[in-house]
């Protein structure tokens, strides 16, 4: 069987055979331009509109080692693909076989890219990822308090849980920098040899914490409290990283693990201490992957490297939900090659009522007007901006004015950054 798959393999990439190399470039086509140059997209025996056009992107994409980045940067940087869009009533229009063409199709955004235009222009819409094509190093592990009932482990109570590490730092070395990610859902304080150096109250965005200071020669104690928020049971974990740099290039790792201890009640008011005695505190629970994978996903930002982070997790790369799904996404379980651009009013309620884009819009809200407070003129600009790549007209900008009033609650902000993103402008690509 190995041997015959293997076989079959060869044939399907022969440069001879050409077929796999017109199917890739035809659906890449038809991904930037809105209809493929052969249609069906899976009927290849179709005659293309353009063979000529099929076999030079075909043999140009063999001829350059099969790199499909080159081949989207030859069709998108063409006069051809920076042609006028075009608009047409019905589908079939596109389908007939009398088709010609005379520039791209205007559609409207994948939900994919419609999540991640939020991201960028609003606010990130994904924090974790299912998929990481770039996996952190870090090797810290989701840890809790375990809470057992009946000698079996049972949801997270709601309320604080205290959690304990030491460290030595090796006498003679030099600290040059120290810094901490951290992670706990929901809310945390983080503690170093007493005193206090971080907290935050959103598990999505990892903290990164400065600790030079508050590191000394010796036993150092990490000490946390953390907060399950709610008031039924329900899941909470904590994920620290710590890096020591030394002045003599050397650096030391210390991840949250099994060696951690943690306590369900309020402890002695010296346990910030190092030399605090934690001996009858709890081992921790250690997450599962399937755990973490079912909870948290995989953070963006859990890493010490400040040119690798990132603002949001791209919609590609997280799992399916209820939003991606309502936009047209299809779920992993079918199998399907395209998908219809057509809206729905499945889409339309989710845009206007949906729970989930709602809490995007506030927390997005919430940073626009952190950022431009009562400048109501500079927040429309940068929106536009950043939206349409222009500046508002008069009459649009005199109408947001108006909708902002003199000193923007985040509830007017929201209406607008809410009807900014519903625009077609916006939702469509031109």
């Known amino acids: 069987v190995k041997e015959k798959l293997e076989q079959l393999s060869e044939i399907m990439v022969k440069q001879e055979n050409g077929r796999l190399y017109r199917t890739i470039v035809n659906r890449l086509w038809d991904r930037l331009m809105g209809r493929g140059l052969v249609e069906p997209l899976d009927d290849m025996?179709?005659?293309?509109?353009?063979?000529?056009?099929?076999?030079?992107?075909?043999?140009?994409?063999?001829?350059?080692?099969?790199?499909?980045?080159?081949?989207?940067?030859?069709?998108?940087?063409?006069?051809?693909?920076?042609?006028?869009?075009v608009e047409y009533a019905q589908v079939d229009?596109?389908?007939?076989?009398?088709?010609?063409?005379?520039?791209?199709?205007?559609?409207r955004l994948s939900a994919e890219q419609f999540a991640d235009a939020v991201s960028q222009v609003i606010t990130p819409v994904f924090y974790t990822k299912?998929?990481?094509?770039?996996p952190t190093t870090i090797e810290s592990d989701w840890i809790w308090y375990r809470e057992m009932e009946v000698e079996r482990d049972i949801l997270p109570r709601p309320g604080k849980r205290y959690f304990r590490y030491a460290f030595k730092v090796p006498s003679g070395k030099n600290i040059q920098k120290a810094e901490a990610l951290l992670s706990v859902d929901h809310a945390f304080t983080l503690y170093m040899n007493g005193k206090q150096a971080?907290?935050?109250?959103?598990?999505?965005?990892?903290?990164?914490?400065?600790?030079?200071?508050?590191?000394?020669?010796?036993?150092?104690?990490?000490?946390?409290e953390g907060e399950n928020e709610g008031t039924v049971p329900n899941p909470a974990g904590l994920l620290f990283?710590?890096?020591?740099t030394y002045q003599d290039g050397s650096q030391e790792l210390i991840n949250s693990n099994d060696k951690w201890k943690a306590l369900n009640e309020q402890p002695d008011k010296n346990w910030l201490l190092p030399e605090f005695d934690d001996s009858e505190w709890a081992d921790v629970k250690v997450y599962r992957d399937a755990e973490v994978e079912a909870h948290w996903g995989k953070?963006?930002?859990?890493?010490?490297?400040q040119e690798q982070k990132e603002s949001f997790a791209r919609a590609s790369l997280v799992k399916q939900n209820p939003f991606l799904k309502a936009l047209g996404r299809p779920s992993r379980e079918n199998v399907t090659t395209s998908r219809d651009d057509?809206?729905?009013?499945?889409?339309?309620?989710?845009?206007?009522n949906g729970e989930f884009f709602n809490q995007a819009m506030q927390e997005g809200a919430a940073s626009w007007l952190a950022e431009y407070g009562n400048n109501s003129k500079e927040l429309i600009n940068q929106l536009y901006l950043k939206s349409f790549g222009r500046e508002p007209i008069g009459k649009e900008k005199d109408l947001m004015l108006d909708v902002l009033g003199k000193e923007p609650g985040?509830?007017?902000?929201?209406?607008?950054?809410?009807?900014?993103?519903?625009?077609?402008?916006?939702?469509?690509?031109?």
């Open 198 to 224: 971080g907290a935050g109250d959103d598990w999505r965005k990892v903290q990164n914490i400065n600790l030079d200071k508050l590191v000394q020669p010796g036993t150092n104690q990490i000490a946390i």
């Open 410 to 430: 985040e509830k007017e902000v929201q209406d607008l950054l809410w009807a900014t993103v519903l625009l077609p402008e916006f939702q469509f690509i031109y």
């Open 45 to 85: 025996d179709q005659t293309p509109w353009n063979s000529e056009l099929l076999d030079w992107l075909a043999t140009d994409l063999i001829d350059h080692n099969y790199d499909l980045k080159h081949t989207l940067a030859t069709i998108m940087t063409s006069k051809t693909y920076q042609l006028p869009t």
């Open 93 to 107: 229009q596109l389908k007939t076989g009398n088709y010609v063409f005379t520039g791209p199709v205007r559609r």
């Open 299 to 305: 953070l963006i930002n859990f890493s010490f490297d």
């Open 342 to 352: 057509q809206a729905t009013l499945l889409q339309a309620l989710e845009l206007t």
């Open 241 to 244: 990283a710590f890096r020591i």
């Open 130 to 134: 299912a998929y990481d094509p770039e």
